[in-house]
């Protein structure tokens, strides 16, 4: 999705680059090991990374990294209070 989204973004796109982003941004996903807010710091470290490593890749504003990385997220979480309060 977030392929799609940097892609309609205007942007010349890079898969490789999408991917390391992604990827190099998952890497404080290790703080969860820490009782209470590890995955809190975890969280928006990760954030935090993707959106920076896809400014710096697709050399595109903060901004529209932030729209490309928190817009999936905020889909899942539409969709599943949605199916929720249907089933």
């Not at 995955?39 to 470290?45: N, Q």
């Not at 901004?63 to 539409?78: E, H, N, R, V, W």
């Amino acid at each position: 999705v977030q392929m799609l989204l940097v892609g309609s973004l205007g942007v010349t796109y890079k898969w490789r680059g999408t991917c390391k982003a992604v990827i190099y941004g998952y890497s404080p996903s290790m703080l969860v090991i820490i009782p209470v807010f590890g995955w809190v710091v975890g969280f928006f470290w990760t954030l935090y990374l993707q959106i920076i490593g896809l400014s710096v890749i697709h050399k595109i504003s903060t901004k529209k990294a932030a729209f490309a990385i928190i817009t999936p997220i905020i889909i899942s979480i539409i969709t599943s209070i949605v199916v929720g309060l249907a089933g």
